[in-house]
């Protein structure tokens, strides 16, 4: 064999080769291969192996697994005029293959993009307080939004989450006074509902010892035991109102040389 036949023997081979690696591909269970003829759609390949004709044949592998898209944090100004930062995450995923080549150049781009303008354009008609405390229904409404312009895609985007909400530094502090404040309104309060009930129940208590009053003798000895308990150095020891006035009349009557008067007492039996 001449050496020019060895030649074109070797460059055959390698012709054969690289024809076959061109038409030869294996799709895992996970893609699936869209396929132009001449610029003509083909049925859907794969998954496993298929052939497809060099040069004539245009192979684009789709994959099928749920992807994750972390939306860049976004500077957004609320209904009520507070500038917050906010960045999400989405997960999506192609249902159409087919759709997903021929409707738009690139859907992984095109799903980012939407992403980010539809959280912007969300939570800018959404207030400071329903941003921090309806975050469900916030998700909800922008998963429904981006999936609404990604379904003619062929693309589903089955979550969005808000992951952080950051607030400016005088937005926090005005904050912390007013969650300060509500708690010192409520203590305030129950504090004066039980000032009520305490007044209540003194009032019922003054009845019951105005019928009984060998009762109110039993609790002043009772609240003289719980002051000497305590070792304390100073008792305080209520006096009647009436003792005091017989000592101020007494008082008078000494100073204008007159007896006192003394009031009657029972005769005994």
């Not at 030649?7 to 699936?32: K, M, Q």
């Not at 083909?42 to 789709?62: A, E, F, H, N, Y």
């Not at 950051?166 to 007013?178: F, G, K, N, W, Y």
């Not at 009557?253 to 007492?265: I, L, T």
């Amino acid at each position: 064999m001449s050496i020019a036949t060895l030649i074109g023997v070797v460059v055959a081979l390698v012709v054969v080769v690289i024809l076959l690696s061109a038409a030869i591909h294996v799709l895992p269970e996970y893609e699936r291969g869209v396929i132009l003829r001449l610029g003509r759609i083909q049925p859907l390949k794969g998954p496993g192996l298929i052939v497809i004709i060099p040069v004539v044949d245009r192979l684009t592998r789709v994959n099928l697994r749920t992807q994750t898209y972390d939306v860049p944090a976004q500077d957004i100004i609320t209904r009520d005029n507070v500038t917050v930062r906010v960045n999400a995450v989405a997960y999506f995923n192609v249902i159409e293959p087919v759709r997903s080549v021929l409707s738009i150049d690139d859907y992984r781009f095109g799903t980012q993009q939407v992403a980010q303008t539809t959280l912007r354009s969300i939570l800018g008609q959404t207030v400071l307080d329903d941003l921090l405390s309806k975050r469900d229904q916030i998700n909800v409404q922008l998963q429904r939004v981006i999936d609404s312009v990604t379904d003619p895609w062929g693309v589903k985007v089955t979550i969005v989450e808000l992951k952080d909400v950051v607030l400016p530094d005088t937005m926090r502090r005005a904050m912390a006074r007013q969650a300060e404040s509500e708690r010192e309104r409520r203590a305030k309060v129950i504090h004066a509902l039980g000032e009520k009930e305490a007044a209540t129940n003194l009032g019922e208590a003054a009845v019951v010892l105005e019928k009984h009053p060998a009762a109110l003798q039993l609790r002043l000895l009772g609240t003289l035991l719980e002051l000497g308990a305590e070792k304390n150095s100073t008792i305080a020891f209520p006096i009647p109102m009436e003792l005091l006035r017989l000592f101020d009349a007494s008082r008078q009557a000494s100073g204008n040389g007159q007896q006192a008067p003394v009031e009657p007492r029972p005769a005994a039996a």
